[in-house]
T-cell receptor, first 111, second 112 residues
Framework: GQQVMQIPQYQHVQEGEDFTTYCNSS?????IQWYKQRPGGHPVFLIQ?????EVKKQKRLTFQFGEAKKNSSLHITATQTTDVGTYFC???????????FGKGTLLTVNP | DGGITQSPKYLFRKEGQNVTLSCEQN?????MYWYRQDPGQGLRLIYY???????QKGDIAEGYSVSREKKESFPLTVTSAQKNPTAFYLC???????????FGQGTRLTVV
């Protein structure tokens, strides 16, 4: 079945440093979604990308979808302690509602 | 307030017992999902349902069962056949034409 591989598994940064997590697939993706899960919480939807080469920004967060629609990245500029959590990418296939998640990247930020 | 409610938040059961986790949504969403989360494993799909009275197995359905008799409810039963039931269980729902998933608060099941 469709799989999305996410790297790195863990990332520890100093507050103010940048952070990037990557999501890769061996097959072309219909879309890519990003979720954030705070420690002890549940995943919360951040954004969806559907177009080849698409770039979207949310304040300090920049999301990219590759030209071939096989990879995506989430970049956080100047991390803050509020950015701590696990970031997941996920994708669904066409009209199928089934969402497949990556294993997530756990971000910790040292103040 | 609209949302997804999972209950209970924490659940303890003895090995060999079946247990049912509740998931209710008042968002009028067509699709509902059950995921299992283990440390380092991300979210793995157990079952999902796109419409009432229909559901499909996900990637790790063995040892679990579901029903979808009402649009707003999608209970998950963890049976005694599930070999490693201790985990964090997340229920989610989505609108039919948008795959964005809305998650409940989760149920942490511990089997002793």
């Amino acid at each position: 079945g469709q799989q999305v591989m996410q790297i790195p598994q863990y990332q520890h940064v100093q507050e103010g440093e940048d952070f990037t997590t990557y999501c890769n697939s061996s097959t072309t993706l219909s879309n890519i979604q990003w979720y954030k899960q705070r420690p002890g919480g549940h995943p919360v939807f951040l954004i969806q990308l559907v177009k080849s080469g698409e770039v979207k920004k949310q304040k300090r967060l920049t999301f990219q979808f590759g030209e071939a629609k096989k990879n995506s990245s989430l970049h956080i500029t100047a991390t803050q302690t509020t950015d701590v959590g696990t970031y997941f990418c996920a994708s669904s296939r066409g009209s199928n509602y089934k969402l497949t998640f990556g294993k997530g990247t756990l971000l910790t930020v040292n103040p | 307030d609209g949302g997804i409610t999972q209950s209970p938040k924490y659940l303890f059961r003895k090995e060999g017992q079946n247990v049912t986790l509740s998931c209710e949504q008042n968002l009028n969403h067509d699709a509902m999902y059950w995921y299992r989360q283990d440390p380092g494993q991300g979210l793995r799909l157990i079952y999902y349902s796109q419409i009432v009275n229909d559901f499909q197995k996900g990637d790790i359905a063995e040892g679990y069962s579901v029903s979808r008799e009402k649009k707003e409810s999608f209970p998950l039963t963890v049976t005694s056949a599930q070999k490693n039931p201790t985990a964090f269980y997340l229920c989610a729902s989505s609108i039919g034409d948008s795959p964005e998933a809305f998650f409940g608060q989760g149920t942490r099941l511990t089997v002793v």
